[in-house]
């Protein structure tokens, strides 16, 4: 596996920040790897797998960007793509100062916590901002330390528990790997070997949440990285991520994040910056 990142977007003695992109993609588990610092990912694009091998059990992970992930000092994981494709995360490193300051246990952190719309526009803003160097440093802290909050405070993502629900698992893989077609909740259930009323009762008592809206979180997450990169055609953007048409994806996105597609085409502007400071506090 290999992993690209450039200078780190935030290096203050507490976090260090880094964009990572995964450029290799290979299908099974990788060999054993260990975190040299406790660190908080935050995956923006791709879906990846990690496990945690354990005396009495492994955790693992379906890693999308709908959850974040903490990868502990010294735990050692596997990661594999079985979607194939690269992907793209916030890497978030804890120094020990930060751990002690913060009171945080990482024995007790979540493996996985659920993220949602306001966190991930948060933090794709913030990584913005920091990589134009229009964010004072005291702000990019700041931020972290409550992005930080926030994910600890999260629901534990369902597929981190001891026993992994494959059902669960496997719609999660079959969902992203299909996310522009406009599958029925019959079309689903063929896919994974499962009669619909079951599988969507299921799903939702794993995870919390309906199939149709974790459907919906990924494809609005798809749909953000790909403006953020230039994406300008938005007719073709709505139909490859399965949106009925401009207006249902431009309608979506404001519904979920506040704001139209074009305010993700631009750098953050000085109010976001003034944001930043309290919008997870509340």
Do not use: K
């Amino acid at each position: 596996m290999a992993l690209v990142h450039g200078p780190p977007l935030l290096d203050d003695g507490w976090f260090r920040l880094l964009d990572v992109r995964c450029v290799a993609d290979p299908p099974r588990l990788s060999a054993l790897e260990e975190p040299p610092a406790l660190t908080l990912v935050l995956p923006l694009r791709g879906t990846f797998i990690r496990q945690v091998p354990r005396l009495r059990h492994s955790s693992e992970i379906v890693a999308d960007p709908t959850v974040a992930l903490f990868f502990r000092e010294g735990e050692a994981y596997r990661v594999a793509h079985p979607l194939g494709g690269a992907d793209r995360s916030l890497d978030l490193t804890i120094r020990s100062v930060a751990i002690d300051a913060l009171g945080l246990r990482p024995a007790d952190l979540p493996d996985a916590a659920s993220t949602d719309a306001a966190t991930d526009v948060l933090v794709r803003r913030w990584a913005t901002a920091a990589a134009g160097g229009d964010l004072d440093p005291l702000v990019a802290g700041e931020v972290a330390v409550a992005i930080v909050d926030r994910v600890v405070r999260r629901p534990r993502d369902a597929t981190a528990q001891r026993d992994v629900d494959r059902l669960v698992y496997q719609t999660r893989l079959t969902v992203t790997e299909r996310l522009g077609d406009r599958l029925t909740l019959p079309d689903l259930g063929r896919l994974v070997g499962c009669s619909p009323f079951h599988l969507a009762r299921r799903f939702r008592a794993a995870t919390g949440t309906s199939i149709h809206r974790y459907r919906t979180r990924l494809r609005v997450r798809a749909a953000l990285e790909r403006i953020a990169d230039g994406e300008r055609d938005l007719a073709g953007l709505a139909i490859d991520l399965g949106f009925a048409d401009h207006s249902h994806l431009t309608t979506t996105l404001r519904r979920n994040t506040g704001r139209p597609p074009s305010a993700f085409r631009l750098p953050p502007t000085a109010g976001e910056l003034r944001e930043m400071r309290t919008i997870l506090q509340a």
